[in-house]
Nanobody
Framework: QVQLVESGGGLVQTGGSLRLSCAAS????????MAWFRQAPGKEREFVAL??????VYADSVKGRFTISRDSAKNTAYLQMNSLKPEDTAVYYC????????????????WGQGTQVTVSS
């Protein structure tokens, strides 16, 4: 079993930046797919980004603004978010899985508790 703990959320103005962290423990981390999802109030959870051994994938809405990375030595993944917009406001979740990369949330079997990101206009 993998435990995931997100941190780094907060309140930021439009155009600002935040870096989210996701610390993993419990199992080998380096070969797992690590992804970020988000859920805004009243909306469905949506894919944001993933990192894998064969490349990264980003949602069109964050491409060019967000960067996903990982530090295998620290068992931690990051989401650097720049040029934030009010529509980025959501609870951000990290998730992991083994196997092929996918942007489909139900395919991930390990989830963190989420961290709130609020972007003011």
């Amino acid at each position: 079993q993998v435990q995931l703990v997100e941190s780094g959320g907060g309140l930021v103005q439009t155009g600002g930046s935040l870096r989210l962290s996701c610390a993993a423990s419990g199992r080998t981390f380096s070969n797992w797919i690590m992804a970020w999802f988000r859920q805004a109030p009243g909306k469905e959870r949506e894919f944001v980004a993933l990192i894998s051994w064969n490349g990264d994938v980003y949602a069109d809405s964050v491409k060019g603004r967000f960067t996903i990375s990982r530090d295998s030595a620290k068992n931690t993944a990051y989401l650097q978010m720049n040029s934030l917009k009010p529509e980025d406001t959501a609870v951000y979740y990290c998730a992991t899985r083994l196997g092929a990369r996918t942007t489909n949330g139900p395919d991930y079997n390990n989830w963190g508790q989420g961290t709130q990101v609020t972007v003011s206009s």
